[in-house]
């Protein structure tokens, strides 16, 4: 047995204690000694120590062994006792048991005996304590799911759910980690966010605290509600504490959606004819990265009525069944393709899921989310008004699909210079320049990569109209391809530094010609470039010329 268990032999007759105390000493037990019951009952109670054993004789004087096991189970004291009999009739061996005693042996003994009995309480009472510990800790548990669900039952409001957007959670246990948030509607647009929080049961609930919190307090942007988010879980939360998330920004009224995608499951653009789009997580989980080194990407694309949206966290697509084979994109794939109703696709994968599980215990939350377009949604409540642009520095990123490209009320580049520049103190005095050379960039990119149009058709102004013709005939007929801007803001003491960076899904166009060329006027092509080239501080194209980056620097006053 383990060495330093404290035992204490009670006994009258000085030569058994004195041949007990032999006995296991020899082992590495500690032993103290009580003569009779009364002062073996004082030593339990008084003694700074706590005894792991007591072995007792049961005929002695003052207070015998019977009694002594019964007092110290009426005082409520579960330490193991074993008896030493004497030849007792069934009876009082019978009571013994009855009152709590572990263990009894006969005299005469041999010392195998002994150690035997003491090794089976000794192990049978640490098995009692394991499992009293147990039990605990189970109500433990049990108290922090009660907790966490009241939490969230009282944080998430579920009255501003417009009736555009079902969705499903299983949950693997009591308390689920993922989580589903509406904004209130404001000018025919309105935020929802879907995440994916780490851990489960009361620590996910403690990161929906701050995380429902956030979401509802006053923004200008979703680009501040993510740097709010971002800076709130890595400045505050264990480095463990981390959220993988979506966050869609739907306009009503023009089909316009913004898509901020990180550290999830690919999502999807579906209608009645089978999924359109598939967007893929551009951005790393927030609360890992600082502000700083933050890239907030946001993928757009223009909605027609009917058209829906589907998100779903990971714990879908990897529920297994008793093969160990998981749902799986493919199955996930083709419920959306299965020429449904939009309205019965979250309940179809409900069911899908749950048929492939059966039996198979669930591993991790499970849900999903899908939100259709429509042209009119009714939404309850008061809208929030936003505020206050994000400080310097900061990078945001756009990725605008085809569908966006082709609207020609507002090109993509005009949303960024109108919600982060603009907006901006700072950058807002230099907003021509920097539109002018988002403009030249994008349709630059637009024209010569995308388009693949020829700049020869722009050398002389009586060509214009033909150039614009077949433009409008290419763009009509787009149908792939993206572009993507990037900005990168920057001080350094009293220098400004802005970074532009426009890629395009096209072959390309040859740049050589006049990049490293004095500006010289042939015509009207590539006059824009050259513009952006002389208030540029550096303008570079990549080999093909799909991806060109230009550097804007002011000097502060």
């Known amino acids: 047995m383990t060495s330093q268990r404290h035992i204490l032999i009670v006994d009258d007759i000085e030569f058994n204690r004195i041949y007990l105390k032999d006995i296991l000493e020899s082992r590495g037990f500690i032993i103290t000694e009580s003569e009779d019951g009364q002062d073996a009952l004082e030593k339990i109670q008084h003694l700074d120590t706590n005894f792991d054993l007591v072995i007792t004789d049961i005929m002695m004087p003052i207070i015998s062994g019977i009694d002594l096991v019964k007092q110290l189970r009426e005082d409520g004291n579960d330490i193991p006792v074993i008896a030493i009999t004497a030849g007792q009739n069934r009876d009082t061996v019978i009571q013994l048991l009855k009152l709590g005693c572990d263990d009894y042996f006969e005299k005469p003994f041999v010392p195998s005996t002994l150690l035997k009995s003491v090794e089976f309480v000794l192990n049978k009472s640490e098995l009692k304590k394991a499992q009293k510990q147990l039990i605990q800790l189970n109500n433990e548990i049990e108290t922090q799911f009660l907790l966490s669900e009241k939490i ?69 942007t979703i680009f501040n509600l993510i740097h709010t988010l971002n800076s709130f879980f890595k400045n505050n939360m264990p480095v463990s504490i981390f959220l993988c998330l979506s966050i869609i920004e739907i306009d009503y009224k023009t089909g316009k959606v913004k898509i901020f995608h990180a550290a999830m499951p690919d999502g999807f653009i579906f209608n009645s004819n089978g999924i359109q789009h598939r967007f893929s997580s551009q951005s790393p989980p927030l609360g890992i990265l600082s502000n700083e080194h933050l890239t907030i990407t946001f993928q757009t694309f223009f909605l027609e009525p009917g058209d829906c949206i589907l998100l779903f966290s990971d714990g879908l697509i990897e529920a297994v069944n008793k093969q160990n084979e998981p749902f799986g994109m493919l199955r996930l794939e083709d419920a959306l393709n299965a020429n449904k109703k939009s309205s019965m696709v979250i309940e179809d994968l409900k069911s899908m899921v749950e048929l492939h599980m059966k039996d198979i215990p669930q591993q991790d939350d499970i849900s999903a989310v899908c939100i259709e377009y429509k042209n009119q949604v009714k939404v309850c409540g008061n809208a929030v008004e936003f505020c206050q642009p994000m400080p310097i520095p900061w990078k945001i990123s756009g990725i605008f699909d085809s569908s966006v490209i ?149 000097k502060e006053e």
């Open 406 to 554: 082709k609207f020609k009320d507002i090109p993509p580049y005009q949303e960024l210079v109108e919600d982060y520049i603009e907006s901006h103190p700072i950058l807002k005095t230099h907003k021509v320049k920097i539109n002018l050379i988002l403009a030249e960039l994008y349709n630059n990119a637009l024209d010569y990569g995308l388009l693949r149009l020829d700049c020869n058709l722009k050398k002389e102004i009586s060509q214009y109209p033909l150039f614009f013709i077949e433009r409008e005939n290419r763009l009509s007929q787009l149908k792939e391809g993206h572009i993507r801007i990037d900005l990168v803001i920057e001080i350094y003491k009293d220098i400004g530094k802005l970074t532009i960076r426009i890629e395009d899904t096209g072959h390309g166009f040859d740049y050589q010609n006049f990049l490293n060329q004095p500006i010289k006027i042939d015509g009207f092509s590539q006059r824009g470039l050259y513009l952006v080239k002389s208030i540029c501080h550096s303008l570079n194209f990549n080999e093909t010329g799909n991806v060109v980056e230009a550097i804007y620097m002011w």
């Open 152 to 220: 969230l039952e009282t944080s998430v409001r579920n009255d501003i759910i417009p009736e555009n957007i079902t969705y499903f959670l299983k949950p693997w246990r009591k308390v689920s980690g993922d989580i589903m948030l509406c904004s209130e509607l404001k000018n025919d647009r309105q935020v929802i966010l879907f995440a994916d929080l780490s851990g489960h049961g009361l620590s996910a609930a403690i990161s929906a605290i701050p995380l429902i919190y956030l979401f509802n307090q006053e923004r200008r």
